[in-house]
């Protein structure tokens, strides 16, 4: 029994399923997690010593690789000066100048601790601000687990929600409408129903919680129309694309800007970091200048702003996004003859640093409805194949993967290689 075992056997009795976030768990490709205990750069070493190349980089956080050095110098800077306070801090009004500066449309920013709870706030502010109940989202996104996102496409009337966890009430995901990606007709439909008591649309503009479901300019520039059309605030959730696409997120890829934004991961540099922002008018009905409740406290927690204010400043000085867009050229260049060539339906599907490897015939999908679900099989081999090569990949087919800073085009050639021996050793 190795050391990661004996340490899962024991997380088994004290955590439920032995993690603290269901992905982890490894149930989608078998066997036990890895239990990590240290990382540098692209690699990262378990229990028992053993090292793999890393493409699940914190499932997004840390675009600069695991420990990056000017990071860990700004976190052990501000532990010295103490770990909270809840008062105000330098720090904050630095990460929201640094977003404000960086992201199309935005004036202020409220930070909280994590992606879920910045959309929950999100919401919350566009039903205050609106005076509106309801509010729509895309099947195949994610938003994090706050209960009235918590809610899948009904099957009888298609929009009406319903719970996707137990725990939530019927009467919550009633108030959620739920819509395939990629479709203008049923949006259009949706809003000229009931396009007077819509909040808020909640989408990922690149959606990555689901596969990588690249959208259409033309949906996403409809749905900027729409929305604006019928007083409705349009959020884009950029938790995962926030930082990671280009500076200004999907908004200044698209030239889309949202009535409201939220970020996570890539802000809070590895530390627990969400945050929300949009137009001073809406941003103003927060408590407590506003109605709008909404409060935390570690909020804006001093050692939490540093590393995300490191990170985000050797993105900015180094032009990080330019040089991760010409890795993932490159990853896409190699990659996607060996998958041709493979004998399996597979594709690579990218956007700038973030990858998917899609197991499925025909075009990439755009919604969540024409991902084809036999995927799971094939992309278990892969997982093991590739754990057994030393790389490590996301434990389910439909998450993505994430290049950082920290590899290299010899490490794109390593994971190439590990990918094309390990799906020839299955046929
Ligand atoms: C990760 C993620 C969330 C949830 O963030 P947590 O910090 O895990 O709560 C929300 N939305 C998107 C798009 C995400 O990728």
């Not at 970020?263 to 809406?282: D, H």
């Not at 490897?357 to 969540?368: D, F, H, N």
């Not at 439909?398 to 094309?420: I, M, N, P």
């Amino acid at each position: 029994m190795t050391l990661s075992d004996e340490i899962f056997a024991r997380a088994t009795q004290v955590i439920p399923g032995g993690v603290n976030s269901p992905v982890r768990a490894f149930r989608a490709v078998g066997g036990t997690p890895l239990i990590l205990r240290s990382g540098a750069g692209c690699r990262v070493e378990d229990e028992d010593g053993n090292s793999y190349l890393d493409f699940v980089g914190s499932w997004g956080p840390l675009i600069l690789g695991h420990a990056h050095p000017e990071v860990r110098a700004a976190v052990h800077e501000a532990v010295d000066r103490g770990m909270t306070f809840g008062a105000p801090c330098r720090g904050e009004v630095l990460l929201a100048e640094a977003v404000v500066d960086a992201y199309p449309g935005i004036e202020q920013l409220r930070c909280v601790s994590s992606g879920t709870e910045a959309v929950m706030s999100a919401i919350r502010l566009a039903r205050g601000f609106t005076c509106r109940d309801l509010i729509v989202k895309f099947s195949g996104c994610y938003h994090g687990h706050a209960d009235h996102l918590l809610v899948a496409a009904g099957s009888g009337l298609a929009t009406f929600g319903e719970p996707s966890s137990a725990g939530v009430p019927e009467a919550f995901a009633g108030l959620t409408r739920v819509l395939p990606l990629d479709d203008e007709e049923k949006l259009d439909a949706l809003f000229a129903k009931e396009g007077d008591r819509i909040a808020a649309v909640i989408i990922e503009p690149l959606p990555a919680n689901n596969g990588l479901l690249i959208q259409r300019l033309e949906f996403l520039q409809h749905l900027r129309d729409l929305t604006e059309r019928a007083g409705t605030l349009l959020i884009f959730d950029e938790v995962i694309s926030g930082f990671r696409v280009a500076r200004g997120g999907c908004a200044e890829l698209y030239g889309i800007a949202p009535d409201l934004a939220t970020f996570g991961k890539i802000i809070g540099g590895g530390m627990p970091v969400g945050a929300f922002g949009g137009r001073r008018e809406v941003m103003g009905h927060l408590a407590p200048d506003g109605p709008v409740y909404q409060a935390g406290t570690l909020s804006g927690n001093p050692v939490a702003m540093a590393a995300g204010l490191a990170t985000l400043r050797v993105l900015e000085r180094d032009d990080v996004w330019t040089r991760l867009n010409s890795l993932g050229e490159e990853l896409e260049r190699t990659l996607q003859p060996v998958l041709g060539r493979s004998g399996i339906p597979a594709r690579l599907v990218r956007e700038g640093s973030i990858f998917w490897i899609s197991l499925q015939e025909g075009e990439a999908p755009r919604s969540a409805e024409a991902i084809q679900s036999h995927a799971a099989e094939v992309y278990r081999d892969l997982f093991q194949g590739l754990l057994r090569r030393g790389v490590n990949i996301a434990p389910s087919a439909y998450e993505v993967g994430f290049l950082s800073t920290a590899h290299s085009r010899d490490d794109v050639e390593v994971f190439v290689e590990a990918v094309e021996n390990a799906l020839s050793e299955r046929s």
